[in-house]
């Protein structure tokens, strides 16, 4: 392919030692998802390697798609998942009391989706500005009243919005700084559009658990960085922003939500305590992440002895019933592709999913046809694994009639392979 670039200098800090320890091979683009037509043509697949810079700390991948093909049509709604929804009310609503947000404020979101975070914000009365590329993403955003530029968040744009006056008192970027190929230029754009008091509110997928839980399946062509402190520590202080304040999030799998400033006197206690906890683990060091962990096998090792047993689980199901897939997630198309056999389609009939935007596609790589819930509901099948492992409870709620019949739900386990969710 040549609509990707390798990097060979570190995303954070230009450092060129930069060390690979995941080779996931050549992957489709999970997002990708094929109609009926494409399944007759030839798919576009890019390396996937996972590196870590000697210097700052920062994981990142090497190759990097180009953003138009990965984001301008986009298939991820946040709104499908109730605990996204949640935790954005949540958030936003200590953030208003904390802040003292009123009508003369401006809350701007970064890769605002279809307004899940926003709209909390708008609903008190409080103005509001969404900025995300995905043009289909952005119209239903805009249509819904949540004023949302469809446009890429870059340092010329925070220049432009500077101009226009339009500061914020509160800038939220969840699960989009991983995303940005710039990422000093995002980080410094933040820095710009904030008021002199401003808040900003970065969610991230935390590497801490990536590693821990060996969740390589979190590795796609979207996510170019994957953040500890340290790393999102030494970015933020390059670019004007000091960290005040992190918490720990159980989404996605373990998250950090970083707060930061342009300055500060006040830093909360959790910052110490997670530079501590990393140091005492050695996560800015090499060897935690070609080291397994203290496991004294390697972190690729960890992931192909995962899903050799994922798939030998996968077969011994498939003997004693149909086995099906619930949610066509980014992430479950990398499972599903790492290795993949090709038997794959064969051994899972269908993968169901809310989005209608998803429903009746193929997933990419694999082929299996994406369906809706009430597919699922309605045929018979024994087992189903739920591929976003990290709504296994809001799925396996909302899905609860299944279990209370003879139906299984399982998610992928590091030891196991499989194991029941019950
Ligand atoms: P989900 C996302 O990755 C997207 P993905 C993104 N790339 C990112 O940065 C990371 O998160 C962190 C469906 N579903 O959220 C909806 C149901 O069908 O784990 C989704 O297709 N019913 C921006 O794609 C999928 O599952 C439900 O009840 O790996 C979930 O995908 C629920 C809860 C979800 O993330």
Not at 27 to 36: D, S
Not at 49 to 62: F, N
Not at 299 to 322: C, D, P, Y
Not at 368 to 397: D, G, M, Q
Request: aromatic fraction near 10%; charge should be neutral.
């Amino acid at each position: 392919m040549t609509d990707y670039k390798y990097t060979t200098e570190c995303r954070s800090c230009g450092n060129k030692y930069i060390n690979d320890f995941l080779d996931l091979g050549a992957q489709p683009l999970v997002n990708a998802l094929l109609t009926k037509e494409d399944l007759d043509k030839q798919e576009n697949t890019y390396p996937l390697t996972l590196a870590v810079c000697g210097m700052c700390s920062l994981v990142q991948i090497r190759e990097t798609v180009d953003p138009s093909i990965l984001f301008k049509d986009y298939v991820y709604f946040s709104s499908q998942s109730k605990t996204m929804v949640d935790s954005a009310r949540e958030c936003v609503n200590k953030v208003i009391i904390e802040e003292k947000l009123n009508k003369d404020s401006l809350a701007v979101e970064l890769a605002s989706n279809d307004g899940y975070l926003l709209q909390h914000y708008m609903k008190r009365g409080i103005p509001i500005l969404g900025i995300d590329p995905a043009e289909n993403i952005a119209k239903i955003a805009n249509d819904a009243g949540i004023k949302t530029l469809p446009e890429f968040f870059t340092t010329e744009l925070a220049d432009a919005m500077v101009k226009d006056g339009m500061l914020a008192d509160v800038v939220h970027a969840n699960n989009v700084l991983a995303h940005v190929a710039d990422t000093n230029g995002f980080v410094a754009g933040i820095k710009k559009i904030l008021k002199p008091s401003g808040l900003a509110i970065i969610e991230v997928p935390y590497i801490g658990d990536f590693i821990e839980k060996a969740e390589f399946d979190t590795t796609y062509h979207e996510h170019l960085c994957y953040f500890s402190f340290t790393s999102i520590d030494r970015l933020f202080s390059r670019n004007g922003l000091k960290i005040t304040k992190i918490e720990r999030l159980p989404i996605h799998g373990g998250s950090l939500r970083v707060f930061a400033r342009k300055s500060s006197y006040w830093v909360d206690g959790s910052v110490t305590e997670i530079f501590n906890e990393e140091k005492a683990k050695g996560l800015e060091l090499g060897h935690y992440y070609f080291g397994g962990f203290g496991t004294g096998v390697s972190f690729e090792q960890r992931v192909f002895n995962k899903m050799t047993k994922f798939w030998s689980n996968v077969h011994e199901l498939a003997a004693t019933g149909i086995v099906c897939a619930y949610g066509a997630a980014a992430k479950g198309n990398t499972l599903l592709n790492y290795n993949c056999p090709g038997r794959v389609p064969s051994l899972i009939r269908f993968i169901a999913d809310s989005t209608p935007a998803k429903q009746g596609k193929y997933a990419p790589g694999t082929h299996i046809k994406i369906v809706s819930p009430e597919h699922f509901r309605n045929y018979n099948t024994k087992h189903c694994i739920i591929l976003p492992w990290n709504f296994a409870a809001e799925i396996a709620t909302k899905e609860a009639d299944y279990t209370r019949g003879s139906g299984k739900f399982w998610i992928p386990d590091e030891k196991l392979g499989l194991k029941e969710w019950k």
